[in-house]
């Protein structure tokens, strides 16, 4: 008998999950695995390179979960530097190229089944001077190697951050840490387009606080660089901020050239569409996960993309099982998302205001101020929880939080009560752990739940 081949086309996390969990169900005579990557790692961190570049994080391989050596030990035939550059769906095969081997051509090799994870790129705006020396996206290893490399070249001390979202605060954070003089320049009006603008407005009063200058509401037109051809500022249109490096902190989309071009279903944010077993629509012997594709918010019913590491390990696993002869689905997700800049804790799940009217939904919101323990109880830090519920059930809809140590992980509550449908007042109920070195005897989730009820009873009484 005549094993099986699975082609997977990107080697971080879903790409190397769903070869790992394939692996375990199925033995190198049933199933090869052959696995192309076109960097120089695999099963990596993506989240963790903010905090290596910070020094949080000592050595860049504390990141990587499993080498390349340690994939091809478990029978997975991992090709380093080799990157695939066609799909044809009808030949059930993909051509490919080395990277590092520029006389060798290219080769083709056939599939059974294909899992596609190429992951998503950062957003590289066209502007003049955008690809000169010390301009740096942070999107892979090598790409936070190279920025630590211009860190440690660099004689001057003034960082710009193009972008407000978690990748620009949080960069923001790391180069606080290298000793940055940091600015960050933000189209938006507020920092962290995830939350409301009235939740946004607290992050940029906590990152003005901590020394970072924050510039909202404008929008950069070009790079300029100095005689050496290196940046030196940042421009907008009526000033210009120096800098002797610039990360660019903008956002990504979906890597999905490679299935356009093959003709696989995209949505709307450019994602490839899969059905519940991750399985690309329309194509029985084709998965894709990870940062290229889209998924269902269980919320509101659409469609997103989310590029989350945890969100990819999940598909990575559920594509696996399903190769391997298994069956397991991914239903779809609620927006959960924390981050940090120092020691700002910033969480959201769920819908903003803005989500809540896209999709057509009447809803009330509260906002209330609490603290992470008891007030009395040393260390009590303050936060601020917004709540939305839906005007007439009650049904929550989202919740955000801001606040110091013991803030961020909160969020949780909310997101099992929005993945179970849970109404406000159901919240009300909860039994949460209570003592004071940990929480006021009424949660702040729970506070805010309270009072969304009240607000929904106002609403429709």
């Not at 086309?9 to 692996?23: H, K, L, V």
């Not at 077993?277 to 998924?295: I, L, N, S, T, Y």
């Not at 469609?303 to 594509?319: C, D, E, P, S, Y």
């Amino acid at each position: 008998m005549t094993a099986e081949r699975l082609v997977v086309i990107g080697g971080d996390a879903a790409g190397m999950s769903a070869a790992s969990q394939a692996r375990r169900l199925r033995g190198p005579d049933e199933l090869e695995i052959v696995a192309f990557e076109r960097g120089r790692f695999t099963s990596y961190s993506a989240c963790g390179i903010p905090y290596w570049v910070g020094g949080q994080v000592g050595e860049r391989d504390e990141l990587i979960a499993r080498s390349p050596e340690e994939h091809r030990a478990r029978g997975i035939d991992l090709r380093m530097r080799t990157e695939v550059v066609e799909i044809d769906v009808e030949g059930r095969r993909v051509r490919s190229r080395d990277l590092d081997d520029e006389g060798s051509g290219e080769t083709w090799t056939s599939y059974d089944k294909l899992v596609i994870a190429t992951g998503a790129r950062p957003v590289r705006p066209a502007l003049p001077g955008i690809d000169a020396p010390g301009v740096h996206g942070v999107q892979t290893l090598g790409d936070g190697q190279a920025l630590l490399d211009s860190l440690r070249g660099t004689r001057g001390r003034r960082a710009v951050v193009v972008g407000a979202g978690y990748i620009g605060v949080e960069m923001a954070e790391a180069l606080i840490h290298r000793g940055y003089e940091v600015t960050v320049v933000n189209r938006g009006a507020e920092p962290m387009s995830t939350l409301d603008a009235d939740m946004g407005r607290l992050v940029h009063e906590a990152m003005t606080g901590m020394g970072i200058t924050m510039v909202d509401d404008t929008e950069v037109t070009k790079i300029l660089t100095g005689d050496d051809g290196r940046v030196r500022a940042v421009a907008a249109e009526d000033a210009e901020y120096p800098a002797d490096v610039v990360v660019l902190g903008i956002g990504v989309r979906p890597e999905t050239a490679l299935a356009r071009d093959a003709g696989l279903p995209l949505g709307e944010h450019g994602g490839l569409l899969t059905d519940l077993a991750m399985r690309v629509r329309g194509h029985e012997d084709v998965w894709a996960g990870g940062d290229c594709v889209e998924v269902r918010d269980l919320v509101s019913g659409t469609f997103r993309h989310i590029a989350l590491g945890t969100h990819a390990n999940k598909h990575g696993q559920v594509i696996g099982s399903n190769v391997g002869g298994g069956y397991a689905t991914f239903p779809g997700v609620v927006g959960t998302a924390v981050s940090k800049v120092c020691d700002l804790e910033i969480a959201r799940t769920g819908l903003r205001e803005k989500d809540a009217r896209r999709a057509g939904l009447r809803y009330v919101t509260v906002t209330i101020e609490s603290t992470s323990r008891a007030g009395y109880y040393p260390g009590a830090a303050p936060m601020t929880v917004k709540m939305l519920a839906e005007r007439r059930t009650g049904r929550l809809l989202g919740v955000q939080i801001v606040g110091r140590e013991g803030a961020a992980k909160r969020v949780d509550v909310a997101a099992v009560a929005l993945t179970a449908g849970m109404t406000v007042e159901q919240m009300t109920a909860l039994d949460l752990g209570y003592a004071p070195p940990f929480s006021p005897v009424w949660d702040p989730v729970l506070v805010a739940a309270r009072k969304a009820v009240a607000a929904v009873r106002a609403a429709t009484g």
